[in-house]
């Protein structure tokens, strides 16, 4: 363990680690901290609890249901050619093709 040394005179210490000196203060609570206790979003300063706060509660992973499957996907084609066929077949009998 490296020996103890005081803070440079005027240097404030950090909230978390006293024997750092502080090189940040966090803009929501005001907490002075350490290089290891600050994290810059877009150059401005929190401290750990700050920012575990703005990110808010961590979310589950919620699994993607699945919106069509190999069997929907068949009978839609069916449908489809079905109406598709339909349409041509009305058309002809109709005159208005050829």
Request: with cysteine.
């Amino acid at each position: 363990m490296p020996p103890v040394t005081a803070l440079p005179s005027g240097a404030t210490a950090c909230a978390n680690h006293p024997r750092r000196e502080a090189i940040g203060i966090c803009v929501r609570c005001r907490t002075q901290v350490c290089g290891e206790c600050t994290t810059k979003v877009d150059g401005i300063n929190y401290c750990v609890s700050c920012l575990a706060a703005l990110a808010g509660p961590k979310r589950e992973k919620r699994e993607v249901a699945k919106t069509s499957s190999p069997l929907v996907a068949a009978f839609w084609l069916v449908v489809g050619t079905s109406a598709l066929t339909l349409a041509t077949w009305a058309m002809l009998e109709l005159g208005a093709i050829w």
